[in-house]
């Protein structure tokens, strides 16, 4: 009898702990799926923050685990894990957004832009802070205001005006054409259009080299920031996105715009694939660039030749070669 009621403790025991362990591990690192309804107004910020920023942050209700668990082993992109930090109001979240990162400018551009901004600043501000402690005397995350976004305005455009030829003008037109003679006419009207073929401007970002011992020259972009291939696209299409592209932000040119080549790389070799993100990328050899946040400042190729985000990184030459070789240090 003892034996049977100690082996009913011990089992209890032994759930109980195991209930304690999953509540922690899941305070830890999130949820395994978007929580938030789709019918939520905070829905498509979750879907937006999941997909580009989920290299960096964790957010429970957007299910992403980006946040170094380890101080000591923590990387650069790694972000501050928003589950467990308070972020209100919103303002204050789109204006990271904007300026590069919560804590410093570490985090790269243009991750999220225009209204898309203004949909996860909105959702951080709402789900941040769930798990967070309540420091004394201050209130609770969830009681702090949300705040609200100033009204986005559209860019006035200048109103387009006509005009119309004065009476005395207009009539001194139709004279001349009047007293034209008929032979001109004729003349021109059998002459053919010439049309001569141009090539399209470069017009766009600037593709340059430097030159790093051991590899030799290799694609830098105009601020002097080493350019790498994603051997996963197979230099055909653009294929590191979400959290992948956090880590390692593509080379984007304008709509409309050429990337311009200079300083030995040659014209014919750049050209453009679209994200499926949205926009246009830079393409060299038909490889998307890429650059590298961990870089940090020109005159580095800390990424060359490493396994991250779901494939190897290397440079590449003015050639249009993929250059394997690792830097001397």
Same mark, same amino acid.
């Given at each position: ?60 209700? #957007? @299910?992403?685990?980006?946040? !170094?668990?380890?101080?000591? *082993?923590?990387?650069?992109? %790694? &972000? +501050?894990?928003?589950? $467990? ?101 004729? #003349? @021109?009207?059998?002459?053919? !259009?010439?049309?001569?073929? *141009?090539?399209?401007?470069? %017009? &766009? +970002?600037?593709?340059? $080299? ?120």
């Amino acid at each position: 009898m003892i034996s049977a009621r100690m082996s009913r403790r011990v089992k209890v025991l032994l759930v109980s702990g195991a209930t304690v362990a999953v509540a922690v591990l899941s305070a830890g690192c999130g949820t395994e799926k978007i929580s938030v309804p789709r019918s939520s107004p905070y829905y498509a910020g979750a879907i937006l923050f999941s997909q580009r920023c989920a290299g960096c942050h964790t957010l429970g209700a #957007a @299910a992403t685990h980006g946040s !170094a668990s380890n101080i000591k *082993t923590r990387l650069i992109t %790694n &972000g +501050p894990n928003l589950t $467990t930090r308070c972020e209100r109001p919103a303002i204050r979240v789109l204006y990271a957004i904007e300026n590069g990162g919560f804590s410093g400018a570490t985090m790269p551009q243009n991750i999220v832009v225009g209204p898309q901004a203004r949909q996860v600043a909105e959702f951080v501000a709402r789900y941040a802070g769930s798990s967070s402690a309540t420091p004394v005397g201050q209130q609770p995350c969830s009681s702090r205001p949300l705040g609200t976004l100033p009204v986005a305005t559209a860019t006035p455009t200048a109103a387009t005006t006509t005009t119309t030829p004065a009476p005395a003008a207009a009539n001194k037109a139709k004279a001349k054409k009047k007293t034209a003679p008929a032979k001109k006419k004729k #003349a @021109a009207a059998k002459a053919p !259009a010439k049309t001569t073929p *141009t090539a399209p401007a470069a %017009n &766009g +970002p600037k593709i340059a $080299t430097a030159r790093f011992p051991g590899l030799g020259a290799v694609l830098v972009n105009a601020q002097g920031h080493t350019l790498y291939i994603f051997v996963p696209d197979n230099d055909q299409k653009v294929t590191c996105v979400g959290g992948c592209a956090a880590v390692w932000p593509p080379a984007s040119v304008p709509s409309g715009q050429t990337a311009a080549a200079a300083g030995g790389v040659k014209q014919s070799l750049l050209g453009s694939d679209p994200n499926p993100a949205g926009g246009l990328v830079i393409t060299y050899a038909g490889w998307p660039l890429y650059t590298y946040i961990a870089d940090g400042t020109s005159g580095s190729a800390t990424g060359q030749g490493i396994n991250l985000n779901g494939g190897l990184w290397y440079v590449i030459s003015p050639t249009g070669k993929v250059i394997k070789a690792k830097p001397h240090k």
